[in-house]
């Protein structure tokens, strides 16, 4: 099956400061992405689709000016967590698939802490 | 918007034995797909099971298997002859046509040796 990678795997930032989380898709080329959040023994939330080119849209309740996406390229996606607060500590996860094609693909997930 | 619904937080099955995972979705779209995933400890997601939701023959694959009741709304997995490497938590998981998963709030399957 297809792959779909995520770095870093876990990564510890202050408070206030900005992380960067990348979604990378191995061997196909992917016009869209899509960013979940997970809290500790909850499940999946969806909290945007990242569209390669053009602006993502955010679930309802998703700050966009928080949680910065850019698709630069077919192949990867990026999750900037600004000003980032221990709320925002959480379990992120992309998914990816082939175009024309209804299967995705889970990255490994992200372990954000911030404290 | 849709919703999907579990509601079994947690299950137990004897090793060998068999055990069923309920799982109902709310949903206006006519095309859709229907999955249950396993997530271990490593949190990585695991498909175990696919269904398109025009398709009546419910999906097999191997020892998991499924009830999809597109008039009722309802995606059950069983899962036969459990092994002990089947203890995950188990989300099901309705997509719809743009690729975007909506999950439900998962059941915690334990399987006892």
């Known amino acids: 099956g297809a792959v779909v990678s995520q770095h870093p795997s876990w990564v510890i930032c202050k408070s206030g400061t900005s992380v960067k989380i990348e979604c990378r898709s191995l061997d196909f080329q992917a016009t869209t992405m899509f960013w979940y959040r997970q809290f500790p023994k909850q499940s999946l939330m969806l909290m945007a689709t990242s569209n390669e080119g053009s602006k993502a849209t955010y679930e309802q309740g998703v700050e966009k000016d928080k949680f910065l996406i850019n698709h630069a390229s077919l192949t990867l996606s990026t999750l900037t967590v600004t000003s980032a607060h221990p709320e925002d500590s959480s379990f992120y996860i992309c998914?990816?698939?082939?175009?024309?094609?209804?299967?995705?693909?889970f990255g490994p997930g992200t372990r954000l802490t911030v404290t | 918007a849709q919703t999907v619904t579990q509601s079994q937080p947690e299950m137990s099955v004897q090793e060998a034995e068999t055990v069923t995972l309920s799982c109902t979705y709310d949903?206006?779209?006519?095309?859709?797909?229907l999955f249950w995933y396993k997530q271990p400890p490593s949190r990585q997601m695991i498909l175990v099971i696919r269904q398109e939701a025009y398709k009546q023959q419910n999906a097999t694959e191997n020892r998991f298997s499924v009830n999809f009741q597109k008039a009722a709304k309802s995606f059950s997995l069983k899962i036969s002859d459990s092994q002990l490497g089947d203890t995950a938590m188990y989300f099901c998981a309705f997509m719809n046509m743009g690729n975007q998963f909506y999950f439900g709030t998962g059941t915690s399957l334990t399987v006892i040796p």
């Open positions: 998914s990816a698939g082939p175009p024309s094609n209804y299967e995705q693909y």
């Open positions: 949903t206006s779209e006519s095309n859709y797909y």
